[in-house]
């Protein structure tokens, strides 16, 4: 994956450690989630990637919110 272009960062308290968001800094939208508690684990907004095909979801988070229509 390569990033191009200026990322504005966002820091707030995560609860357990604080969590850093980076975003466009042209357009605002958030690329990523880094949760400093958990190291190595990174938290990416999947339509904001070119192409996505060669990648696997590893673990669904916030899917017991889902709608009942999003399987």
């Known amino acids: 994956m390569q990033?191009?272009?200026?990322?504005?960062?966002?820091t707030y308290d995560g609860g357990k450690a604080p969590i850093h968001m980076d975003f466009c800094g042209t357009c605002?939208?958030?690329m990523y989630a880094l949760p400093t508690a958990y190291d190595g684990i990174a938290?990416?907004?999947?339509?904001?990637?070119?192409?996505?095909?060669?990648?696997?979801?590893?673990?669904p988070i916030y899917a017991h919110q889902a709608c009942g229509w999003d399987a």
């Open 43 to 59: 938290a990416l907004r999947i339509g904001t990637l070119d192409e996505d095909s060669a990648l696997a979801e590893v673990k």
């Open 28 to 30: 605002g939208t958030q």
């Open 3 to 10: 990033l191009t272009g200026e990322l504005t960062r966002y």
